[in-house]
């Protein structure tokens, strides 16, 4: 098992030996078909195949287990192990991008009208009579008439667990990805000023856009779940401005839930 030497410098740029040892180690990830769970070489083998130091091999192998891709074990049999990179770490690296950038809540409602029709009307042939169960106790736990929660913030993650669920379904794992971000992102930056003062048309969009997505699902109509979907995403969006929604950009770095 061995990986290419180290790399030359690109003319005109000046870049950390580790950063080239880290481009190296990915390439050989590559070249070589390389799986979650298998190991790269050990330490000694590195220096010696890279030609480089001990210190440039941990500080890459350090920035390559930022990245989520390896983790790394001492002792007499440790090393580096890949990994795949967790979902929460690319939470944590969007949310944190999105923290300096000019981003509102008609941004994000907008994403989602263009990514959640296609997430229902591919997961409407897809969904299991176990995942319709529990989409629809989901559904009761959004209104207070039906189970809910007298707390509407406890009501609005039901209704983003009811589209947590869907992204599961996904087969399409880049869909799922952007679904669940935006529903990450939303719930850690958007508070409803008038949430708590009588805000009931809000839950009454939900039941309804739920259960005739329910009705859909069940009928495995993947144009009528993606139509509907669309009409559910325009009017949370209206709802969400006239209860003077606003961004709480600190949930972007802290990942804290506004009210945390």
Same mark, same amino acid.
């Given at each position: 098992?061995?990986?290419?030497?180290?790399?030359?410098?690109?003319?005109?740029?000046?870049?950390?030996?580790?950063?080239?040892?880290?481009?190296?180690?990915?390439?050989?990830?590559?070249?070589?078909?390389?799986?979650?769970? %298998?190991?790269?070489?050990?330490?000694?083998?590195?220096?010696?195949?890279?030609?480089?130091?001990?210190?440039?091999?941990?500080?890459?192998?350090? $920035? =390559?287990?930022?990245?989520?891709?390896?983790?790394? #074990? *001492?002792?007499?049999?440790?090393?580096?192990?890949?990994?795949?990179?967790?979902?929460?770490? !690319?939470?944590?690296?969007?949310?944190?991008?999105?923290?300096?950038?000019?981003?509102?809540?008609?941004?994000?409602?907008?994403?989602?009208? $263009?990514?959640?029709?296609?997430?229902? $009307?591919?997961?409407?042939?897809?969904?299991?009579?176990? %995942?319709?169960?529990?989409?629809?106790?989901?559904?009761?736990?959004?209104?207070?008439?039906?189970?809910? #929660?007298?707390?509407?913030?406890?009501?609005?993650?039901?209704?983003?667990?009811?589209?947590?669920?869907?992204?599961?379904? !996904? @087969?399409?794992?880049? =869909?799922?990805?952007? !679904?669940?971000?935006?529903?990450?992102?939303?719930?850690?930056?958007?508070?409803?000023?008038?949430?708590?003062?009588?805000?009931?048309?809000? %839950?009454?969009?939900?039941?309804? #856009?739920? *259960?005739?997505?329910? %009705?859909?699902?069940? &009928?495995? @109509?993947?144009?009528?779940?993606?139509?509907?979907?669309?009409?559910?995403?325009? !009017?949370?969006? &209206?709802?969400?401005?006239?209860?003077?929604?606003?961004? @709480?950009? $600190?949930?972007?770095?802290?990942?804290?839930?506004?009210?945390?």
């Amino acid at each position: 098992m061995s990986l290419p030497p180290k790399p030359p410098l690109p003319a005109g740029k000046r870049i950390k030996r580790s950063d080239q040892v880290v481009a190296g180690i990915k390439r050989w990830i590559v070249d070589t078909e390389q799986q979650a769970g %298998d190991r790269l070489p050990q330490e000694a083998a590195l220096i010696e195949q890279l030609g480089v130091s001990r210190g440039t091999v941990r500080e890459a192998l350090a $920035a =390559l287990q930022v990245q989520g891709l390896v983790s790394v #074990s *001492t002792g007499p049999n440790g090393g580096a192990t890949l990994t795949p990179p967790s979902y929460e770490r !690319c939470l944590d690296a969007v949310s944190s991008y999105l923290y300096f950038q000019p981003v509102d809540i008609r941004t994000l409602y907008a994403l989602r009208r $263009a990514v959640e029709p296609e997430l229902a $009307a591919n997961v409407a042939t897809r969904l299991s009579e176990a %995942d319709l169960v529990e989409l629809e106790a989901l559904i009761g736990l959004s209104h207070p008439a039906h189970g809910g #929660s007298a707390d509407w913030n406890a009501r609005r993650e039901a209704d983003l667990l009811f589209h947590d669920r869907l992204a599961d379904a !996904c @087969d399409s794992p880049m =869909l799922a990805l952007f !679904c669940r971000l935006l529903n990450d992102i939303i719930r850690r930056v958007i508070i409803v000023r008038h949430a708590q003062d009588g805000f009931d048309r809000f %839950d009454e969009d939900v039941l309804h #856009s739920h *259960t005739g997505l329910m %009705d859909a699902f069940r &009928a495995r @109509d993947a144009a009528r779940a993606r139509e509907l979907m669309r009409e559910h995403m325009a !009017c949370a969006e &209206a709802l969400a401005l006239e209860a003077e929604a606003r961004m @709480d950009r $600190a949930g972007l770095l802290t990942g804290a839930e506004p009210g945390d």
